[in-house]
């Protein structure tokens, strides 16, 4: 992965063991808004992520390259897999049962991805110093051992619960996701 220092775990970054009241390995992780692009079963045109995690560190998710996703003539937009970075790590770090938000995302696109490939995704945190949490992605075409297309490291911010409230609509996120005290 090319990354920058911005998104590179500085020396004293810690790599968190799995939360312990976070979801056991093997865990299926649903949606955390209907809404949501990334992982929203209300969304149609939408990434539609099917998520798991292993070990309850890391997600290995799913996303197959839809019509709605494209940029050239079927093929998959470099926006759209990056939102697919996006998501799977911000569902990785919310393993960590804190608020983040993206502060940093930086992507290598390796491979074109067809419309109708299923990336195999996978996200884990390479290390947490205060509120700054370092995380990497990538998405393998057609299996989760594949060609790597796709690669992503970023720099998430930890926010309290306020941060909805005061930027955006902190009921609808409450009414879905139970995870989080909601204190803003
Ligand atoms: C719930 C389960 C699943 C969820 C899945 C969701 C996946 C999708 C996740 C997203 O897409 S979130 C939406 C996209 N991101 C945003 O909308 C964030 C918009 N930006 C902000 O709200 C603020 O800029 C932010 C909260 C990130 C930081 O503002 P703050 O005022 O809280 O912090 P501040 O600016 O003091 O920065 C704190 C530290 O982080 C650093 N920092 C912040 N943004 C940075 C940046 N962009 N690049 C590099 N460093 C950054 C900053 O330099 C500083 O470092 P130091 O502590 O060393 O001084």
Same mark, same amino acid.
């Given at each position: 992965?090319?990354?920058?220092?911005?998104?590179?775990?500085?020396?004293?970054?810690?790599?968190?063991?799995?939360?312990?009241?976070?979801?056991?390995?093997?865990?299926?992780?649903?949606?955390?808004?209907?809404?949501?692009?990334?992982?929203?079963?209300?969304?149609? $045109?939408? =990434? #539609? +992520?099917? &998520?798991?995690?292993?070990?309850?560190?890391?997600?290995? !998710?799913?996303?197959?390259?839809?019509?709605?996703?494209?940029?050239?003539?079927?093929?998959?937009?470099?926006?759209?897999?990056?939102?697919?970075?996006?998501?799977?790590?911000?569902?990785?770090?919310?393993?960590?049962?804190?608020?983040?938000?993206?502060?940093?995302?930086?992507?290598?696109?390796?491979?074109?991805?067809?419309?109708? $490939?299923? =990336? #195999? +995704?996978? &996200?884990?945190?390479?290390?947490?110093?205060?509120?700054? !949490?370092?995380?990497?992605?990538?998405?393998?075409?057609?299996?989760?051992?594949?060609?790597?297309?796709?690669?992503?490291?970023?720099?998430?911010?930890?926010?309290?619960?306020?941060?909805?409230?005061?930027?955006?609509?902190?009921?609808?996120?409450?009414?879905?996701?139970?995870?989080?005290?909601?204190?803003?």
């Amino acid at each position: 992965m090319t990354r920058s220092p911005l998104t590179t775990p500085p020396p004293g970054a810690v790599v968190p063991a799995a939360h312990p009241e976070g979801p056991p390995p093997g865990t299926a992780l649903g949606s955390h808004y209907g809404r949501c692009f990334g992982c929203g079963t209300d969304q149609p $045109t939408g =990434l #539609h +992520l099917k &998520a798991v995690t292993p070990d309850g560190a890391t997600v290995e !998710a799913e996303f197959t390259v839809g019509e709605a996703h494209q940029g050239s003539p079927m093929l998959a937009h470099g926006g759209v897999l990056a939102a697919a970075m996006d998501e799977v790590i911000g569902m990785s770090v919310y393993l960590f049962r804190k608020p983040y938000v993206t502060g940093r995302l930086e992507t290598d696109y390796v491979l074109p991805v067809p419309v109708g $490939t299923t =990336l #195999h +995704l996978r &996200a884990w945190c390479n290390g947490i110093t205060g509120r700054q !949490a370092y995380l990497e992605a990538e998405g393998r075409i057609g299996a989760p051992d594949g060609p790597v297309a796709v690669r992503a490291a970023a720099l998430f911010i930890e926010v309290g619960m306020g941060h909805f409230a005061k930027h955006g609509d902190l009921s609808a996120i409450a009414t879905e996701l139970q995870d989080y005290e909601v204190n803003p």
